[in-house]
């Protein structure tokens, strides 16, 4: 019997950390032109922008009950327990459609335990929290722990997120025709972030794409804790120039020397478009965990 860590695609995870660690990740559906692919499996984001900027349709659902009962059911065949961090209830039904499969399972392997965490976090917000629990378990933390120290670094991570265009928004209901029309017109910028519930709200608005940027590191030094100690992740659509200048400026400002740079996958993507630049970190110490963290 093994103790897994497992996640889904949501959390833009780059291939690096993936094979490092042989983690398993669920893919995310996305429907392009009527045609189902699944995110870091069958479609990549450099292939899912190119595609997106020629104007195909494009819908995305949530991991199914169906699609949780294969990629659970290996582990409660072999016996394993499973720690599975999964994409913020707040943004998609993933949670809810895990546990029926957990439930369902439960049922034919009744010894089965599975340990599901609404991470409430989105894109590099939960998946810095895998990286944090599975260095935890390389260095040989007790599964009690990574559990406790996953629920902790999941509710104290931060996004602050912005994006180049208003289109998306708009296209997938998320703002209204009005604002996106005059959001345009005056180059209005908004920054996003991830409220207690989980959810997608935008809490300002910025004129033009330099000031959103610098207003997003500014609320990376007025919310972050130990910046220069841990590890943060600056995230992007299809935008690797300004992910790095973003980078460069969090270097300067608070020597942040620790940066994991990933790609927006399509969960995300498809609803905010190219341009997206997201920043996630702790708004507190990981001191209680450090000793596992080396």
């Not at 998609?92 to 409430?120: M, R, S, V, W």
């Not at 790609?263 to 478009?273: E, K, M, Q, R, S």
Request: hydrophobic share 40%.
């Amino acid at each position: 019997m093994a103790f897994k860590i497992i996640t889904d695609s949501a959390s833009d995870l780059p291939k690096e950390i993936i094979e490092k660690y042989q983690l398993h990740v669920i893919p995310t559906p996305v429907t392009i032109n009527g045609t189902d692919y699944f995110d870091g499996k069958t479609i990549f984001p450099e292939q899912f922008y190119k595609i997106q900027a020629e104007g195909a349709d494009i819908k995305t659902y949530h991991i199914n009950q169906y699609m949780f009962h294969e990629n659970f059911e290996p582990y409660a065949k072999a016996g394993d327990e499973v720690l599975y961090l999964c994409f913020s209830t707040g943004i998609a039904g993933t949670f809810n459609a895990a546990n029926l499969a957990k439930e369902e399972l439960q049922e034919e392997y009744p010894d089965f335990k599975i340990t599901i965490i609404d991470t409430k976090c989105a894109s590099m917000g939960f998946g810095l929290a895998v990286e944090k629990v599975l260095r935890m378990q390389a260095n040989g933390a007790p599964k009690e722990l990574i559990i406790e120290a996953a629920q902790y670094f999941c509710s104290h991570m931060e996004h602050i997120v912005t994006v180049e265009t208003l289109e998306y928004l708009y296209k997938g209901g998320r703002l209204s025709k009005t604002s996106a029309v005059l959001g345009g017109v005056l180059d209005l910028k908004p920054i996003i972030e991830i409220n207690q519930d989980g959810a997608l709200v935008a809490t300002e608005k910025i004129r033009g794409r330099h000031k959103s940027l610098k207003r997003c590191v500014e609320l990376v030094g007025e919310r972050g804790v130990e910046l220069d100690k841990q590890i943060i992740s600056v995230v992007h659509g299809n935008d690797p120039e300004t992910c790095e200048k973003v980078c460069a400026m969090l270097e300067e400002k608070y020597h942040c020397h620790d940066i994991i740079r990933s790609w927006v996958g399509c969960a995300i993507g498809a609803h905010t478009g190219p341009g997206i630049i997201g920043i996630v970190f702790l708004n507190a110490s990981e001191e209680k965990y450090a000793e596992y963290l080396k």
